[in-house]
């Protein structure tokens, strides 16, 4: 398969994460005779610092135009607190909207190696696999935006269509078909007018879904549950904001949120990256966790219905973390393990799967067969 992939970086770790993705996918070319190509634009605080655009023109032609898309973060600390309306969050939002990316898919598994490593108690975790579909275009983030001219009152709009609503929650029921036929919705539907009207278009569209069976969970209860009992959960499906904070909660099950891969979903268009953020303390240090990245990249394979390639990618990250080939955010045990030694193992596995646990003890000391 020939694919055109855009590689946005962006910044903080993401250019070190991306560049670990990367290895992966070009493994996989290799071994299964793929060709994919890799364009590289600006996007986020860089992009500002370059154009004074955080989504420059050029990086959104060179997304419209390629396959897919291979993001890695945006956000930097000198914009925190900047005054002015440019900010480099800016840039992801509105790629999402320019690209209809409406559809953004998270999952969450608790690796069996790291079951120590989370701070939730192991019997509480082992076994979870859960999948969030969050709407990705509509809500509060996007809604109308207003500030008193003195700053002492400020309103941000949430609206909902049914389209909106219906859309995302057709995916969200076929992937539960093919899982364990649970859909959670989660909504503030004693409160939020947008909430009864998800509650309502579900309700509804369940019915074209009889195998599936259909849950409710209020946004507060479904956030302590997801500390009480993850393991209820199968698909969550849920508005913009709530997603956003329920699946970053949902990442201190494995133990990192640099486990978490993403992929962002439209009808003509689609992007994948992890979920955590630029990590500017960690940047240029070695440190930064680039599994999540390079899960994305196994749900990009996937995407393209490249199945055996993307369990190809997964079966190297399971195999890294069982020899403890990792980041010190997950308690490392080589001490000189990096960012990049953890690619290049991950890679190396994929190329060299019954050589690579005697190929480690190059890799350790900075001899990886990988260049």
């Keep these: 398969m020939k694919l055109k992939i855009a590689v946005l970086p962006g910044d903080g770790i993401g250019p070190e994460v991306t560049e670990q993705a990367i290895k992966a996918l ?18 986020g605080a860089i992009a500002i610092d370059k154009t004074g655009a955080p989504l420059p023109d050029v990086t959104l032609e060179l997304c419209k135009s390629s396959d897919a898309i291979l993001f890695g973060a945006i956000g930097d600390p000198k914009y925190d607190n900047a005054e002015g309306d440019v900010r480099p969050e800016q840039g992801l939002l509105k790629l999402r909207k320019e690209l209809g990316l409406f559809a953004n898919i998270r999952p969450v598994k608790a690796f069996e190696a790291l079951l120590d490593f989370s701070p939730l108690k192991r019997h509480l975790i082992k076994g979870v696999d859960i999948s969030i579909y969050r709407e990705l275009t509509g809500g509060v983030y996007f809604g109308k935006k207003e500030t008193a001219e003195d700053g002492s009152y400020a309103s941000d ?99 990192s ?24 303390q960690a940047t240029g240090k070695g440190i930064a966790n680039p599994i999540a990245a390079i ?23 399971e195999k890294s973390l069982k020899l403890g080939i990792t980041t010190p955010d ?5 001490e000189r393990m990096t960012t990049s030694k953890v690619g290049d193992f991950i890679a190396d596995f994929i190329s060299n799967p019954s050589d690579s646990n005697h190929n480690f003890s190059n890799i350790h000391i900075g001899q990886s067969t990988i260049i």
């Design 26 to 43: 070009n493994a996989i070319a290799l071994e299964f005779n793929h060709q994919f190509s890799f364009k590289q634009a600006d996007v």
């Design 157 to 255: 709009l949430c609206e909902y269509s049914t389209s909106e609503i219906e859309r995302i929650s057709h995916l969200a029921f076929k992937a539960a078909m093919e899982r364990r036929k649970k859909v959670t919705l989660i909504d503030k539907a004693n409160v939020l007018d947008t909430s009864r009207l998800w509650r309502k278009t579900v309700t509804e569209l369940a019915k074209s879904y009889p195998e599936v069976t259909l849950d409710f969970l209020y946004v507060d209860n479904a956030a302590m549950q997801m500390i009480l009992n993850p393991k209820q959960f199968d698909v969550i499906l849920t508005e913009n904001m709530f997603g956003d904070i329920i699946s970053d909660e949902a990442s201190v099950i494995g133990g």
């Design 330 to 334: 997950l308690g490392v045990r080589h």
């Design 295 to 317: 899960l994305s990249a196994a749900m990009l394979m996937e995407h393209f219905g490249l199945f055996e390639e993307a369990e190809m990618i997964k079966g190297a990250v």
């Design 257 to 280: 949120i640099g486990l978490l891969p993403s992929a962002s979903i439209g009808a003509k268009h689609a992007l994948f990256e992890p979920i955590h953020g630029s990590y500017p």
